[in-house]
């Protein structure tokens, strides 16, 4: 099977690509401008997604692109729908031309966080920002112009490449003894090893790529649920025992009030795991050992930087 990872230096790309979760299979790689194997491909244009799908012969296409500034979003609707929803319909387009399956990531920000009970799959969506708004549209353009598809909607991603809360915090403790961090909004960190071990088993079940295989939207979250006030004391826990930081840091507990933001967080974002365990046996990761890795992964960067 020939892959086509869009996105492909990304986060989570980086980790499809780099963790061995799509061997044996054919993986090319594209972002927007060339950078050595990595191929240039602008999923906002229709005619370049043509013109590469003829000179390649492609199966699977896995989109880790993205608009994920939530915040820059709120001032930069154009920008987030341009990306999460346009550019997702464009490659939906050229997979149901083509004959190709699409892997599409999406969010829990898709739901308000009102709900007092983990959300499953078919709970009502209701976006309070527009970045949410944006990946539920991306759903909805993808859903009505191909068949098969997989959504993988995920919450709080981490991992060594790229922006994300760990790194933050890790910033943070160096530049301060105490950090302030929201503690009324609840979540599941997932590390991106983990959404790439998820896919791996999906694309090698028995029916995948045929009109049996059970195509559509499916959560992937991780255990334990926590908010970000407990997640970020996990992360400086770790990071002192692996001796990324040089002193404990003190995290102090405040509201959503207390630290504004130009977009309200949904207040519970916890996704549901039922349906993706049915489906493919895949039970929720712990989020606590990826962090441990992500952790060691950035202790022999720093090394390799010394060095």
């Known amino acids: 099977m020939i892959i086509l990872v869009?996105?492909?230096?990304?986060?989570?790309?980086?980790?499809?690509?780099?963790?061995?979760?799509?061997?044996?299979h054919t993986v090319?790689?594209?972002?927007?401008?060339?950078?050595?194997?990595?191929?240039?491909?602008?999923?906002?244009?229709?005619?370049?997604?043509?013109?590469?799908?003829?000179?390649?012969?492609?199966?699977?296409?896995?989109?880790?692109?993205?608009?994920?500034?939530?915040?820059?979003?709120?001032?930069?609707?154009?920008?987030?729908?341009?990306?999460?929803?346009?550019?997702?319909?464009?490659?939906?387009?050229?997979?149901?031309?083509h004959d190709c399956v699409l892997i599409h990531f999406s969010t829990d920000y898709v739901f308000d966080g009102k709900q007092k009970t983990p959300y499953v799959e078919s709970s009502p969506t209701c976006p309070v920002s527009?970045?949410?708004q944006s990946k539920l549209a991306g759903e909805r353009l993808l859903a009505e112009r191909l068949d098969k598809f997989i959504i993988l909607r995920v919450s709080w991603l981490f991992g060594a490449n790229g922006h994300n809360f760990v790194k933050t915090m890790l910033k943070l403790a160096k530049t301060?003894?105490?950090?302030?961090?929201?503690?009324?909004?609840?979540?599941?960190?997932?590390?991106?090893?983990?959404?790439?071990?998820?896919?791996?088993?999906?694309?090698?079940?028995?029916?995948?790529?045929?009109?049996?295989?059970?195509?559509?939207?499916?959560?992937?979250?991780?255990?334990?649920?926590?908010?970000?006030?407990?997640?970020?004391?996990?992360?400086f826990d770790q990071a002192l025992e692996l001796e990324l930081l040089p002193k404990a840091v003190k995290v102090v507990p405040i509201s959503s009030e207390d630290y504004p933001t130009p977009v309200k967080r949904p207040e519970n974002s916890v996704l549901a795991s039922e349906l993706i365990a049915d489906a493919f046996g895949i039970a929720p990761s712990c989020w606590k050992t990826d962090l441990r890795g992500m952790l060691q992964a950035l202790k022999v960067q720093n090394q390799h930087v010394k060095n």
Request: net charge negative; proline share 4%.
């Open 176 to 235: 301060g003894n105490v950090v302030r961090v929201v503690n009324d909004q609840k979540g599941a960190p997932t590390g991106v090893r983990s959404v790439a071990s998820a896919v791996a088993r999906i694309i090698c079940h028995d029916s995948f790529g045929k009109d049996s295989f059970p195509w559509g939207v499916y959560h992937l979250p991780s255990l334990p649920a926590v908010t970000w006030f407990q997640f970020a004391g996990v992360v």
């Open 130 to 132: 527009v970045y949410g």
């Open 28 to 97: 090319l790689q594209a972002v927007r401008s060339e950078a050595g194997e990595v191929k240039a491909l602008d999923v906002t244009d229709p005619e370049a997604l043509a013109a590469f799908f003829c000179a390649h012969k492609i199966d699977l296409v896995i989109n880790a692109t993205g608009y994920t500034a939530v915040d820059r979003a709120e001032s930069d609707h154009e920008g987030a729908f341009l990306l999460n929803a346009q550019a997702v319909a464009n490659l939906a387009d050229v997979c149901a031309q």
């Open 6 to 24: 869009v996105g492909a230096t990304g986060q989570l790309g980086s980790e499809l690509v780099q963790s061995g979760a799509l061997e044996p």
